[in-house]
């Protein structure tokens, strides 16, 4: 898997776990201190995110890092 596809994978299960909480990505940008439109680049797979910003949104969905990466 090339690192890409490890954006996409990652970004694709922040937005699925943020949409199966119903949080808006406004409502998950403001918990987590980033841009709306920063989430948005992160689920899209489109920035590669700091680690810092990663454990944020892991925290605010109270997800362990596994769910958002299978090794």
Do not use: C, W
């Amino acid at each position: 898997m090339d690192d890409k596809e490890v954006l996409i994978e990652i970004g694709n299960n922040i937005r699925a776990e943020r949409n199966r909480l119903r949080l808006s990505q406004e409502k998950l940008a403001e918990k987590v201190f980033l841009s709306e439109k920063h989430i948005g680049k992160i689920e899209r797979g489109q920035v590669n995110a700091k680690i810092t910003n990663i454990i944020a949104i892991m925290k605010a969905l109270n997800i362990p890092f596994d769910q958002l990466y299978k090794l």
